[in-house]
């Protein structure tokens, strides 16, 4: 059973900075794209950024372009979104989700198609 657990979250003020990370358990990781997401109140659930199994490719949407960074350690069975240059506009709680694919070179950036997700963690961006 495929287990996704977010950590990392918290307060940031604008210009700030956090690391979010997303524990694997139950699978051989790197059958796993991974994807975050996130969801902002009254919003809708939206991609931020995506890697596939083997790390080799990577995908922003056009917001966090430049100041966030996904990465993944298949050894440890984890995977990062580095987020920098915090604005107001990116508090949400944020969301790993997970896709088992036989081809390590894929990743999904479309929510539907994710079947595991983590709980999420809440990130606030504030003076």
């Known amino acids: 059973q495929v287990q996704l657990v977010e950590s990392g979250g918290g307060l940031a003020p604008p210009g700030g900075s956090l690391r979010l990370s997303c524990a694997a358990s139950?699978?051989?990781?790197?059958?796993?794209?991974m994807t975050w997401f996130r969801q902002a109140p009254g919003k809708e659930r939206e991609f931020v950024a995506a890697?596939?199994?083997?790390?080799?490719?990577?995908g922003y949407t056009d917001s966090v372009k430049g100041r966030f960074t996904i990465t993944r350690d298949n050894a440890k069975n984890a995977v990062n979104l580095q987020m920098n240059s915090l604005v107001p506009e990116d508090t949400a709680v944020y969301y790993c989700?997970?896709?088992?694919?036989?081809?390590?070179?894929?990743?999904?950036?479309?929510?539907?198609?994710?079947?595991?997700w983590g709980n999420g963690t809440p990130v606030t961006v504030s003076a």
């Open positions: 890697i596939s199994g083997n790390g080799g490719n990577l």
């Open positions: 989700a997970g896709r088992l694919t036989s081809n390590p070179a894929y990743y999904y950036t479309r929510s539907n198609y994710m079947p595991y």
């Open positions: 139950g699978v051989t990781f790197d059958r796993l794209s």
